[in-house]
């Protein structure tokens, strides 16, 4: 990606005004893309790496440590698409209960609303994967290779062992993480440790090896390779960002009327007996960027609000003696009004922000309310459509239906079932049925009613199902409504 010689070429004609000699066109070779610049980010720190890097433990231990925690005889969380069931801890959720997908997918989108609302790409910066997994890659490199300097020095020297050495120990690590990523991502879906088992056995079916590798390759190519280039030119957040802005969001700001005019001075210098701002010019804000941007230039959607910037020109300052915060966290509004922080922490909890916390915590609110409430078991009721309504021995009219028992509780349950809606009308089946735990059974019911009880047409009725433990102890009741047809 360093070399231009396949990019595009445009041919301009470059006419001479004042070289009337000269009657043929001189022509000139210009490349109309700019070849990609590899960045080198500096390691920093400071209270903003500090909450970062917090931010990376906390999510990898999360993302790596979840599938091994056992809850019962099983895995704690597991998405066994296989036999269409989500364990979350001690939920059993099956593809009936997308609702409860779609009230995370909201909370996810409020989260992120009110994330940019108060303090810009603050997901960007501290928990994004794309940031978390560039962390992580570029610690390793900086251990392997070197500060700064020491890589850009290793870059441009000619192969040796030492630099086929340092790079290849570098890649044996990345691969190794990645592969190990690619792995956990499919312990999420295939019981884990039976998943390391046949791993190591060469035992892997053809999806698991495929999403394994694919998910490694991902990883080690966006981490390792295209780390800024994601953040500017892929991730669509990157873009829209702009219009959930205003001037009372929180963004890293460079303090331009303190700072300028910048310039190199003394350390015992007088800034204002040279004309000079508080900036002294020193360039580091630019080499810990990860995406490479001058803070200094203004807010560019290419800044993830990571605050490095911000944690090294503090450090710059007390080495000079000046105050901190040339660049921080701000506002537009408190920059231009010399705001407080008092002042403005109130501005930033505005309106906006108000109803998006309101909204959130609503939603966060229901699903609880939802999951507490929520039935251990379910029942879909459909009728035979093989035998709508036919009358049998003894002059009863009878219905036919298939009931599907879906036990959501880790334990057997036994069900009683009930009918209700018309007078006369009874169970022509068994009415208790045992399911075992986490499984769904499918049973047919017979419902006959005495001939001439009803009018014909269709008439609505009531299952009633009620579920009890081991012990015969009642755990839940449900009611589920059907019709009864009468021919005429």
Same mark, same amino acid.
């Given at each position: 990606?360093?070399?231009?010689?396949?990019?595009?070429?445009?041919?301009?004609? *470059?006419?001479?005004?004042?070289?009337?000699?000269?009657?043929?066109?001189?022509?000139?070779?210009?490349?109309?893309?700019?070849?990609?610049?590899?960045?080198?980010?500096?390691?920093?720190?400071?209270?903003?790496?500090?909450?970062?890097?917090?931010?990376?433990?906390?999510?990898? &231990?999360?993302?790596?440590?979840?599938?091994?925690?056992?809850?019962?005889?099983?895995?704690?969380?597991?998405?066994?698409? @296989?036999?269409?069931?989500? +364990?979350?801890?001690?939920?059993?959720?099956?593809?009936?209960?997308?609702?409860?997908?779609?009230?995370?997918?909201?909370?996810?989108?409020?989260?992120?609303?009110?994330?940019?609302?108060?303090?810009?790409?603050?997901?960007?910066?501290?928990?994004?994967?794309?940031?978390?997994?560039?962390?992580?890659?570029?610690?390793?490199?900086?251990?392997?290779?070197?500060?700064?300097?020491?890589?850009?020095?290793?870059?441009?020297?000619?192969?040796?062992?030492?630099?086929?050495?340092?790079?290849?120990?570098?890649?044996?690590?990345?691969?190794?993480?990645?592969?190990?990523?690619?792995?956990?991502?499919?312990?999420?879906?295939?019981?884990?440790?039976?998943?390391?088992? /046949?791993?190591?056995?060469?035992?892997?079916?053809?999806?698991?090896?495929?999403?394994?590798?694919?998910?490694?390759?991902?990883?080690?190519?966006? #981490?390792?390779?295209?780390?800024?280039?994601?953040?500017? +030119?892929?991730?669509?957040?990157?873009?829209?960002?702009? #219009?959930?802005?205003?001037?009372?969001?929180? *963004?890293?700001?460079?303090?331009?009327?303190?700072?300028?005019?910048?310039?190199?001075?003394?350390?015992?210098?007088?800034?204002?007996?040279?004309?000079?701002?508080?900036?002294?010019?020193?360039?580091?804000?630019?080499?810990?960027?990860?995406?490479?941007? !001058?803070?200094?230039? @203004?807010?560019?959607?290419?800044?993830?609000?990571?605050?490095?910037?911000? !944690?090294?020109?503090?450090?710059?300052?007390?080495?000079? @003696? +000046?105050?901190?915060?040339?660049?921080?966290?701000?506002?537009?509004?408190?920059?231009?009004?010399?705001?407080?922080?008092?002042?403005?922490?109130?501005?930033?909890?505005?309106?906006?922000?108000?109803?998006?916390?309101?909204?959130?915590?609503?939603?966060?609110?229901?699903?609880?309310?939802?999951?507490?409430?929520?039935?251990?078991?379910?029942?879909?009721?459909?009728?035979?459509?093989?035998?709508?309504?036919?009358?049998?021995?003894?002059?009863?009219?009878?219905?036919?239906?298939?009931?599907?028992?879906?036990?959501?509780?880790?334990?057997? &349950?036994?069900?009683?079932?009930?009918?209700?809606?018309?007078?006369?009308?009874?169970?022509?089946?068994?009415?208790?049925?045992?399911?075992?735990?986490?499984?769904?059974?499918?049973?047919?019911?017979?419902?006959?009613?005495?001939?001439?009880?009803?009018?014909?047409?269709?008439?609505?009725?009531?299952?009633?199902?009620?579920?009890?433990?081991?012990? @015969?102890?009642?755990?839940?009741?449900?009611? /589920?409504?059907?019709?009864? &047809?009468?021919?005429?």
């Amino acid at each position: 990606m360093d070399s231009q010689e396949n990019l595009p070429r445009k041919i301009v004609p *470059i006419v001479p005004v004042n070289d009337a000699s000269n009657s043929e066109d001189e022509v000139q070779m210009v490349s109309l893309y700019a070849a990609t610049q590899k960045i080198y980010p500096r390691s920093v720190q400071g209270i903003f790496a500090k909450w970062r890097w917090m931010m990376v433990f906390i999510t990898q &231990l999360v993302f790596y440590g979840l599938p091994w925690i056992e809850w019962g005889q099983r895995q704690a969380v597991l998405f066994d698409l @296989g036999a269409r069931r989500f +364990y979350i801890f001690g939920f059993v959720l099956y593809p009936q209960d997308f609702i409860y997908l779609t009230a995370i997918l909201v909370i996810s989108a409020f989260s992120l609303f009110l994330f940019t609302a108060v303090a810009g790409r603050l997901w960007c910066g501290y928990a994004c994967p794309q940031t978390v997994y560039s962390e992580i890659f570029m610690w390793v490199e900086r251990k392997v290779e070197g500060e700064r300097s020491a890589r850009i020095r290793l870059d441009g020297e000619k192969m040796s062992l030492e630099k086929l050495v340092k790079k290849t120990y570098k890649h044996i690590i990345w691969l190794g993480l990645s592969i190990w990523t690619g792995f956990t991502f499919v312990g999420y879906f295939t019981p884990i440790k039976e998943l390391g088992m /046949e791993f190591f056995l060469g035992n892997m079916g053809s999806w698991e090896i495929f999403w394994v590798f694919f998910y490694g390759f991902a990883t080690y190519g966006n #981490a390792g390779f295209m780390r800024e280039q994601v953040c500017k +030119y892929m991730c669509p957040y990157a873009r829209f960002q702009s #219009a959930m802005f205003d001037k009372d969001t929180l *963004i890293v700001t460079y303090d331009a009327e303190r700072g300028e005019p910048r310039g190199a001075r003394s350390k015992k210098a007088d800034p204002a007996t040279l004309g000079l701002g508080a900036c002294v010019d020193c360039t580091l804000c630019v080499q810990v960027c990860p995406t490479g941007i !001058d803070i200094r230039k @203004g807010l560019q959607y290419e800044c993830i609000g990571c605050g490095a910037c911000a !944690d090294v020109c503090d450090t710059v300052m007390d080495k000079v @003696g +000046y105050p901190r915060g040339l660049v921080k966290y701000s506002t537009e509004n408190a920059m231009k009004n010399h705001w407080t922080k008092e002042q403005t922490w109130r501005h930033v909890f505005r309106p906006r922000v108000l109803l998006y916390m309101g909204i959130l915590a609503v939603v966060v609110m229901a699903l609880m309310t939802s999951l507490g409430l929520r039935k251990p078991f379910k029942v879909d009721v459909v009728r035979d459509r093989a035998s709508l309504a036919r009358i049998v021995s003894g002059g009863k009219i009878e219905n036919v239906y298939r009931l599907q028992i879906m036990n959501a509780a880790e334990k057997a &349950l036994s069900f009683h079932l009930e009918v209700e809606g018309l007078h006369g009308l009874e169970l022509a089946t068994e009415s208790n049925v045992t399911v075992a735990s986490t499984e769904s059974r499918w049973i047919s019911v017979r419902l006959q009613l005495p001939y001439d009880v009803a009018q014909p047409g269709s008439h609505p009725i009531e299952f009633h199902i009620k579920s009890a433990d081991d012990s @015969g102890q009642s755990v839940s009741e449900l009611k /589920e409504k059907s019709v009864f &047809l009468v021919p005429r």
